[in-house]
């Protein structure tokens, strides 16, 4: 019943900015999580940040931290992953998924994955 679409993706130059999106559907009024993770050619998928509702606590990775910033917003169901100051090891397929944020960390979970959307830093 989950449903997850992601779009925003696309090629950038180092140092350039984009903004990932993820229109999601069919969650209760309880207490969730959802992250984005990302995975490179030939690297394993790894987790980029996540945000917990209704509280808002967020995580991210350290290799993101300071220039990426989730939000969520509760009116329209849409997750955000504005991206800032990339790097072409942020090349990746982008994934958005419901997730959990347990004791520092975000792990996926649940099972529920949008299609991807693939981000391309390159000169």
């Known amino acids: 019943q989950v449903q997850l679409v992601e779009f925003g993706g696309g090629s950038v130059q180092p140092g350039g900015s984009l903004r990932l999106s993820c229109a999601a559907s069919?969650?209760?009024?309880?207490?969730?999580?959802l992250g984005w993770f990302r995975q490179a050619p030939g690297k394993k998928r790894e987790g980029a940040s996540c945000?917990?509702?209704?509280?808002?606590?967020?995580w991210y990775a350290d290799s993101v931290k300071d220039r990426f910033t989730i939000s969520l917003d509760k009116i329209n169901n849409t997750l955000y992953l504005q991206m800032e100051a990339l790097k072409p090891e942020d090349t990746a397929i982008y994934y958005c998924?419901?997730?959990?944020?347990?004791?520092?960390?975000?792990?996926?979970?649940?099972?529920?994955w949008g299609r991807g959307t693939q981000v391309t830093v390159s000169a």
């Open positions: 998924a419901t997730a959990v944020l347990w004791r520092g960390t975000c792990m996926a979970q649940y099972g529920n």
């Open positions: 069919g969650f209760g009024s309880d207490t969730w999580a």
């Open positions: 945000i917990q509702s209704p509280d808002g606590v967020t």
